[in-house]
């Protein structure tokens, strides 16, 4: 029996998820902190905190997926990342490529759909094969889609996309004039992806970290206490409740 059959064994529900909630979120973006801490909390190598995060992920996946959620994003490895140890990234991107391996195999029936967001040629080349493979595998998949940001980092997708409408006016494709909100999020990592709804962050840290500045604009936070590894799908469904409490007004009048 594969880790993801175990995980969907042990979440194994008898009453429709869904059911439990007035409103889900569509989107749900999360930074996933602390696996570091929760090992050395115990004596362990940071290694051992990175594994149980992927199987923290891996709940979560499955939980998402049965409440209804359309679209997760997940902050996996920043730009920021490299500055880690060469052996701590080194591991990450064995786990990384590991994790992608197993997933649509694992996820067989879930309908999962995988997409890698980020600067993916800085990526080894192993976990780019890997990447190509599984957005390919899952890409006919209508369920949950979930995002994957690696190598990613809010400031650089800006630049990245200030860039790409420089070579539209420069090429003549685009006039200054007609550059608006929406060609700009067209020209973004997310192009297609709806904004997030609900960004949870745990280790009760409260910062954004580089991740998703311009999709965040108007999103409902949320901050978990608990170290990733800890996180499960009864945190999820703590946020989701006090998401439905939020009134969210985008600029407007209280309703």
Same mark, same amino acid.
């Given at each position: 029996?594969?880790?993801?059959?175990?995980?969907?064994?042990?979440?194994?529900?008898?009453k429709d998820v869904k059911q439990e909630f007035a409103s889900i979120p569509k989107h749900i973006a999360i930074i996933p902190d602390g696996n570091g801490r929760w090992a050395k909390k115990r004596g362990l190598p940071r290694n051992v905190g990175h594994r149980e995060g992927s199987m923290a992920?891996?709940?979560?996946v499955i939980y998402c997926s049965e409440a209804g959620v359309k679209y997760l994003t997940v902050y996996a490895f920043s730009t920021e990342n490299w500055k880690r140890p060469k052996s701590e990234v080194d591991a990450l991107m064995s786990l990384l490529v590991e994790f992608l391996r197993n997933a649509e195999k694992e996820l067989d029936g879930s309908n999962v759909k995988i997409k890698v967001i980020g600067d993916v040629k800085g990526l080894p080349e192993e976990l780019q094969k890997e990447i190509i493979r599984v957005e390919k595998l899952t890409g006919i998949n209508n369920g949950l889609n979930l995002n994957i940001c690696l190598n990613y980092g809010g400031r650089l997708e800006l630049l990245h996309a200030v860039k790409e409408i420089a070579v539209k006016v420069k090429s003549g494709n685009l006039k200054i004039d007609e550059?608006?909100?929406?060609? @700009?999020?067209s020209c973004l990592y997310?192009?297609?992806?709806?904004?997030?709804d609900l960004l949870i962050r745990t280790s009760g840290e409260q910062r954004i970290s580089n991740f998703l500045l311009w999709q965040c604009a108007y999103t409902? @936070?949320?901050?978990?206490?608990?170290?990733?590894?800890?996180?499960?799908?009864?945190h999820i469904a703590e946020a989701i409740r006090a998401y439905e409490k939020r009134n969210r007004r985008f600029g407007g009048l209280e309703q």
């Open positions: 029996m594969g880790i993801w059959d175990s995980v969907a064994r042990l979440l194994g529900r008898k992920l891996k709940k979560v550059i608006d909100e929406k060609q @700009f999020e997310t192009a297609g992806i709806p904004e997030p409902e @936070f949320w901050f978990i206490n608990e170290l990733w590894p800890d996180v499960n799908g009864s």
